[in-house]
């Protein structure tokens, strides 16, 4: 039996553009702060905040194509306008939006805002990240459920 898959709109092919990107960031940051910090904390420090940057812009490029530009015309929207019962899943990913960045600005603002002379546990910097990326990764996962259920379309985990 052939399914009839829809076509990818535009708003969806942007939206696969984007997950590309975010995940190009959630390797960058993980090599990032798997690199060695001992010995070398204020190197390994820039590297990671290079590193939250590519991924701050990468997850608020997310946001924007999911939710639209002023919360409106995003991939949210296309989602309900299809498959109005995906609501709820709709409202949880949008809610989840605000806390993953925070997740990803205190590790960059600890590491930024940290006197010359301060030691910052490089171990704490790494598990805070660790669970931004998991956090991301959990949200990139149900975002792929939602898709697959809203137009039968994998967006991939890699090319």
Do not use: C
């Not at 052939?2 to 969806?12: G, S």
């Not at 990671?48 to 409106?72: P, Y």
């Amino acid at each position: 039996m052939t399914e009839n898959k829809p076509e990818m709109t535009p708003t969806l092919e942007t939206a696969a553009e984007i997950r590309a990107d975010l995940h190009q960031a959630l390797v960058e940051t993980e090599d990032a702060i798997a690199a060695a910090a001992a010995g070398r904390f204020l190197e390994w420090a820039e590297d990671v905040q290079k590193a939250l940057t590519h991924l701050h812009f990468s997850f608020h490029d997310h946001i924007e194509v999911a939710e639209g530009v002023d919360g409106k015309d995003g991939l949210y929207d296309e989602v309900l306008d299809r498959e109005p019962r995906l609501r709820q899943a709709v409202l949880t990913l949008k809610g989840e939006h605000p806390a993953i960045l925070a997740a990803i600005h205190e590790p960059y603002h600890r590491l930024k805002e940290r006197k010359p002379d301060e030691f910052i546990p490089y171990e704490e910097i790494r598990d805070s990240i660790t669970a931004a990326l998991a956090r991301i990764t959990k949200h990139r996962m149900k975002g792929a459920d939602l898709v697959w259920e809203t137009y039968y379309v994998d967006l991939g985990g890699l090319d």
